[in-house]
């Protein structure tokens, strides 16, 4: 598999920054969003305090995270649940299709899941000739277009309501004149059958919940829940990050990341999954399986200024903030996880070397960590990632001799007072060009700060 490179990584950003009709549908869908997150935060008497009490108990989860697993994995298991440890991809993969090949599965239902766009489950089951559905609307139109997900919480954010009625007419054979409406009844009676096909149904998981030994999700579709009791089989595919402390902590999780991440007070359907179907019970599975999968996630923990980021409860608000985001789109990033949090987390689940122009990809405005709903410190944990690349002797040869000179001439003033403000223009302007390749020109003044300083104070 080809890795994405910062050369690959500034090509595909300069032609989309240049894509008008990108830009017009993105300000578009993110108007409505704007629109609808002040209403949902209303709920809140203290939002802050909210946020400040998520990041605490997020904090705790973590610091105890070995003990937290242990707990969740004793009390599903109780209720007849198989948890699966996963170290990598490959290993999650593989126990999918053991399970998989068990079942005699020909075809998968799969609800929304961030985890299994990172492992790349999809192209997995394809290859083993598995025909595996996305059920979750956004998810399903990126699948017909033969798309990853542009965003985590809204897959097809990038499309309009044109793109997607061409987009049904070319795959679905449908009338391309058809409203939103009348295309998603399309689409749920096409994937209604598919529930009763499915021997198999694969979920993410919103949280991990140790006390009760529960995975909760939260949606807004009804897919989710469809997913995990019709087929015989559920899977959760979930990372170990994803622990809260308490069942009681929904109260405060479920809303924030409703609020968050779509601007409602509580997303439509909230469910908490304990096990299969039990003695006495009408809906669920006959088996449930929990993959839980570190790939990586254990390097972020290791890492004690970066183990914040895996607070993140995957709402998406850092990536309807971030300047940077909303011109290049999310699937620059090549990643499964753009925007801000994908800066920061990928760069350490798949090396630093590879990814850490990502890191770069910011103009560290601090948008992302002002509407992060548990306080993660975004802008600088890109900072820090950009400091352990340099450390790791990552930085290219001409940005550490840039830096070093760089650094000789700030720490005297003599030497920053020599050249004038036409110099210092050529220097950056056109002998750098590292400058001017991706930006404006950049114009000084005749004289610096310090010689006016010194002109009008004496």
């Known amino acids: 598999m080809s890795h994405e490179t ?57 610091e105890t995270l070995d003990a937290q697993l242990e707990n969740f994995e004793r009390n599903i298991s109780r209720r007849g649940a198989k948890v699966i440890w996963a170290e990598d991809a490959s290993e999650a993969l593989r126990e999918i299709g053991n399970i998989c090949a068990e079942k005699n599965c020909k075809t998968l239902v799969k609800s929304k899941s961030m985890v299994t766009e990172e492992i790349h489950l999809n192209a997995y089951l394809e ?40 987009l049904f007419a070319d795959k679905l054979g449908t009338d391309p004149s058809l409203t939103p409406e009348q295309l998603t009844l399309v689409a749920r009676d096409i994937l209604r059958a598919k529930y009763a096909e499915a021997e198999v149904g694969v979920t993410g998981a919103n949280f991990i919940i140790p006390d009760i030994g529960g995975i909760a999700v939260t949606e807004n579709e009804g897919n989710g829940r469809l997913s995990c009791s019709m087929p ?29 991440g779509t601007g409602q007070r509580i997303t439509s359907y ?15 599975p006959d088996e449930m399986y929990v993959i839980l999968l570190d790939n990586g996630r254990t390097n972020i923990l290791a890492n004690e200024k970066a183990r914040e980021s895996l607070y993140c409860i995957r709402c998406g608000a850092c990536l309807n903030a971030c300047p940077v985001y909303k011109n290049i789109g999310g699937h620059t990033y090549a990643s499964a996880y753009s925007g801000p949090i994908g800066a920061v987390i990928t760069p350490h689940l798949k090396g630093l070397e590879e990814w850490k122009h990502l890191s770069h990809a910011s103009s560290l405005c601090g948008n992302c960590t002002e509407v992060c709903a548990v306080k993660i410190n975004l802008h600088e944990l890109l900072l820090e990632n950009r400091h352990e690349a340099q450390e790791d002797g990552y930085a290219p040869f001409a940005e550490k001799v840039a830096w070093k000179l760089w650094k000789v001439a700030m720490l005297r003033r003599g ?39 010194k002109e009008k104070h004496g």
């Open 415 to 453: 030497m920053m007072n020599m050249a004038n403000g036409n110099v210092k223009g050529r220097l950056i302007n056109s002998i750098g060009k590292s400058w001017t390749r991706h930006r404006g020109k950049l114009d000084f003044p005749k004289k610096s700060f310090n010689q006016q300083w």
């Open 6 to 62: 910062a050369a690959d990584f500034i090509a595909k950003s300069t032609i989309k920054a240049a894509d008008r009709s990108h830009r017009r549908t993105i300000n578009f869908n993110m108007g409505k969003y704007n629109a609808a997150v002040p209403l949902g935060k209303q709920q809140f008497a203290e939002l802050h305090l909210a946020r400040e009490r998520a990041k605490n108990l997020k904090w705790k989860a973590i």
């Open 127 to 166: 290859e083993k000739g598995i025909e595996s559905i996305e059920t979750d609307l956004g998810e399903y139109i990126q699948q017909l277009a033969g798309e990853a997900p542009y965003h985590i919480v809204t897959p097809a954010m990038h499309k309009s309501k044109e793109d997607i009625a061409r």
């Open 232 to 260: 015989k089989t559920h899977i959760v595919v979930v990372g170990i990050e994803k622990v809260i402390p308490s069942m009681t902590d929904l109260a405060l999780f479920w809303p924030l990341l409703a609020t968050f």
């Open 270 to 284: 909230n469910t908490i999954v304990t096990g299969p179907r039990q003695e006495g019970e009408t809906d669920g």
